[in-house]
């Protein structure tokens, strides 16, 4: 594909050294060898492009970051140098040479480690023996356990970690204890490149300057580390040069990490391909009934704190925030899968029982989650069955399922979401994500649903089906049904809401309708809150 | 609160009340008390000619024995107890055996410890707890080993156990017997057996065949249960599929043997007759009133653990048997396998576990 | 195209169903949608099912002929023939009835280790001297009602004590072996009833009632998993108990009802095997938690929940009862059977296992060839 500029929304042009052409390091940034370079690398999987030409080059000594918004490719990527996938196409060089790993140990042994947010430590095991899990020094069979321990105290000191007891149990250790572990574990295999995926994710604010240090340590050595983040704060601090991605292609590479600016950095990410269509919203504003969904002073600790939000009938509500900012977890408190701490859920005006997916149901809401295949579907079951999943026993006589009826519901649903295929019979696994979605949501448009929430609804969606899926959306809210929509994707939740929240840390920093905001301002409210924090609460 | 929660604590009150109803009414069902006294097989103190009933020093006895899972272990325990019980001069300990050698194991040196005059033991297993018997006389304990034999001569001081291989033969000498004196000729032969990885039950079985054997006969077809009556109708109903004419069938036990004579019933089958084992209550008096195919059973009696204890008592007093010249008791005693049948059964009757 | 079907899988017929949706040429992923019309044929609402159980037919086949062949002697007589029907059917009845609440458990994602401790303490329950003494109706309401009790526990046990199937249901093997040799006191309890022993031995039109019992208990659960919202919720629970849960289905509710179902069927189990045996003891209905996991898993149930039929779990038992009696027919030692068993159970895992590669294979082929 040829490089295509992204265009800026609304922002100002201020992002000259986008100019420059991709792939070409700016001379000053690092001096160290090239150890790694990925040329036009494609990873398909059922159903989706997930890397799409994806050109990366790290340099030893150099600490690289990847940034790209959830589902640009990122996590794939990580597997594909881990040695978990092998690309489809394109070229992977490590250190001068074409490789290609069969499996994380091959990729391991010549010398890339990968540092996964969930760490995969074993919690039972010393710190030494988790360091050398795998390929520990033995003689004639017997673990050399002294030996084992030296060289643990040792790669413990490197990483400037002297008082962690090699013989101590990892479970015992708080959670930067343990990401230590994990990098002496990398270090154990002599690695000349450190993945780490979204390592400060785990860490409570100071520790996180413990990890830099640690990082410093590293690169001073030699050692390359690609580091992931959404923190662009971090990436500032720390990194030396970044790689974009955006819908599985490198959109920009080896811009320097401390200069280039922010909204550059963020046009880079959300910078569209493709124009979405939104439908359009209804001239006249709706008129101001009763709340249909009050929530007032939600709290659960360590997810998101006094949350409080309205939604009216016929109103779509968007919530704007990053993974980990509470606004999935706020969604599921609402819908009764999590209970809260504290505050209440209202549904026209009857407080819902806390933590009760059937109390929230019979009140009318419905729920399409975030995951669709592990929290939404049977996969193996036809299409009708997942649609009438929540409502089959409404059409049931005397507890006797009416699979005719069901079918011919469900038939209806896929007539006016333009299901493809048309057949409910067929297993839902056959669908295509946008398809699945549409089951998902057509599953609420059965019944008397009266308040739709939406998690991430377009996550892995083709183009195509997004336009549809937002056409639907709007359709509801038409017909009076209150949506409450979560999405990474700024633009969408702009184009789609008539009332914005934006969530940062578990908060609700800005409320406002979707036509006076733009999407330079939620992503600096989302990310880094540099220039609206003022404005906010 | 809403009309619907209303209803729905009303339907939850119904439903518990009528849970704990249920509960109530379930517990008043445990009981197995009956009418009948329980029965044990004890040889009265009060009954003996000779002297040696007579009151003497008063001594302890230890008895230790396995859980019981079966109608003949727990008849071991009910014997041993009821027998100690009709002498005023013993003294009856008993520990829990527990569920393996190993736990029978710490069971006995506790009661070692306790220094009992004598130790009466149905071991888990005569190997494993080899050791143990050993021990026990080593501390000058002398070691009634009941059942399943030690290795080890050193290990106890008197060995008596019933003959499974016996059984087999008596069971096929009746059947013999009886085939002949109907002139049989030709004759199909069916064998239930009890549980096949247990090494009684193979000896049970060879004893079996080899006497057919010797007499020109054959097992047709030889179908083994678990010495429970579930797997006893089961193995039986597939015997009877099996063969559509049978004339005799042995029957290794009489606890099964109730599974047995109800797939007899089931299957509507007469036209053979059946040999038991072991020799439960009922078996006897089913041959006794000679209404069914049962026509005989061979003992494995549980008596021995009545007599386990009367010897044991003559041990520790340092008395012999009194029919016998030696004034010590014997070594070794094997019990015969004896054939009920219609014309003896009143005298076992008593017998019966 | 041909040679994909010839390798991937011999049964499947070379062209389309006549039903196949029309592919919409817009569709960026044409491949996936050529994939999916194959599918719908293959995986399609009840074609799956159908096809394993016509796998199990196959082996109930060859198992008749192999006895057709080894005892035709036997098999030369007409009424032998049908006395042997009756006898493989009455000799699954008791199991049969335990797989059908194993069948459901397992379905939505559990596993119930516990039955055969159940049909004992359930059948020594309704045989103690104080039960009995009610008749019938109160041996019959006892062996239910401890059935029912017992699953109960089980399920309020997983569901709200959270702890795994496996091992909730093993401790409740244990322990509920234990109360049956508790209340039994070890001994053979043998039922005087005869309304109880006649359930075993009473034919209607030739045919036993234990034959009735497992055929109206088979029915029962047909309609309860295909027909019922349980049965709709049971398929939920066990293939995504989080979009179950999201979907507003009480999820715990509904385990501790698999359960309790479970349960149930045990006691009427119990009942069965107490007038078998005109008797019941603590140590009864040795193993039929492995016979009944068994049976569902030969018949095509997925172990880790989902999917299932009660029809292939009849099958499956019914299987292993025929083994039974052609080992029997032949006079052939039982160990040799147990291996026979294990062999058909591998087997039957394998067959599924060949199926689903060979279905991932098609798929990867033809995307290839498209793209």
Redesign the interface.
Known sequence: MTEREASPTGGSAEGGSMDAPLLEAPADAVAGEVVLRLTDVVKTFPGVRALDGVQLEVRAGEVHCLLGQNGAGKSTLIKVLSGVHRPDTGQVEWRGEPVSFANPQAAMRAGIATIYQELDLVEDLSVSENAFLGHEPRRLGFVRRGHMARRTRQILGRLGHAEIPPNRMVRALPAAGKQVVSMARALSHEARLIIMDEPSAVLAHDEVGNLFRIIRELTAQGIAVIYISHRLEEIREIGDRVTVLKDGRTTAANLPARDTPTRDLVNRMTGRTIEYVFPERPADATPADADLLEVEGLTRAGEFTDVSLRVRPGEVVGIAGLVGSGRSELLETIYGARRPEAGTVRMAGRVLRPGSVGAAVRAGMGMAPEERKSQALLLGEPVYRNVTLATFARYARAGFTDTGRERAEADRIAESLELRPRDVRRPVRTLSGGNQQKVVVGRWLLGDTKLLLLDEPTRGVDVGARAELYQVIRALAERGVGVLLVSSEVPEVLGLADRVLVMREGRVVREAPAGELDENTVLDLVMAGSLMEGAAA | MTEHSRDLSRRRLLFGGAAVGAGVLLAGCTSNESDQPSAAQTKGADAAAGGNAAPGERVTIGFSAPAADHGWLAAITTNAKAQAGAYSDVEFKTVEAGADAAAQRAALSTLISQKPDVIVLLPHDGKELNAAGLEAMKAGIPVVNLDRAFPDALAYRLQIKGDNYGMGVAAAHFIIDQLKAKGVSNPIIGEIAGTDSLELTQERSKGFADTLRQNGLTVNNRRPAEFTADSGQQAATSLFQALPKIDAIWNHDDDQGIGVLAAVTQANRKEFFMVGGAGSKKAIEDIQADNTVLKATVTYSPSMASSAISLARLIAQGKGMSDLVELQVPKEIILASETITKENASNYLKLGF | MSDVTDTSTPERPAQLPA?S????P????AA??R???R??WW???GGEGARRNLWLIGVLVALIVIGVITRPD?YG?SS?VW??IL?IL??ASVVGVVTVGMTFVIIGGGIDLSVGAIVALAGV??T????QS?GAG?MI??AL??GL?VGLVNGVLISYGRLVPFIATLAMLVAARGLA?E????????SENTTI?GI??TNLLGIPLLVYILAAVVLAGWVLLN??????RT??VG??P?????????VKRHTVLLYALSGLCCGIAAIM?TA???????????LYELDAIAAAIIGGTLLSG??GTIIGSLLGVIIFSTI??LF????L???AQNMVKGGIIVAAVLVQQVQFRSLTQF?GRN?LTTN
């Not at chain 3, 949706?21 to 919409?24: N, R, S």
């Not at chain 3, 103690?128 to 039960?131: K, P």
């Not at chain 3, 209340?183 to 043998?190: N, R």
């Open positions: 039903q949706p029309p592919v919409d817009a569709e960026t992923a996936e949608q994939g999916a019309g599918l719908s995986r399609g609402e036997l007589d032998w006395s042997n006898v009455k000799l329950w309704a103690t001297v104080a039960t009610y109160g309401f006892c009602a401890v009790g040799a209340l039994s006191d070890k001994q053979t309890q043998v022993n075993a031995s027909r019922t919202t349980f049965g709709r398929v939920a293939g995504n989080e979009a179950a849960r999201l979907a507003g289905i009480d095997l078998q045996a005109t008797s019941a003891q603590a140590a009864m209905a040795n989902g999917r039974t009696n029997a027919i032949n006079g030692t039982t160990e798929l995307r």
